[in-house]
């Protein structure tokens, strides 16, 4: 590669060919960025009620601790 590389200017090797890959694979990291961006987005939406579960299960029994039924 670096040999095919080795006579172009240097325009092609930091422009050309980052933009051509770009358009060519452009499709490709943009729907692998929109599953990262979602899967994180599952995983914040996850955590966050989970601890709003065990925040109101602590709450209540907090609250019950009083009571002897359970």
Do not use: C, N, Q, T
């Amino acid at each position: 590669m670096k040999e095919i590389l080795a006579g172009l200017p240097w325009w092609v090797k930091w422009v050309a060919v980052p933009i051509i890959a770009l358009v060519v694979f452009g499709g490709l990291i943009l729907s692998v960025l929109h599953f990262v961006v979602a899967l994180l987005f599952k995983v914040l939406v996850f955590v966050a009620v989970v601890g709003g579960l065990i925040y109101v299960v602590r709450k209540f029994m907090a609250g019950s601790s009083s009571r002897s039924d359970w």
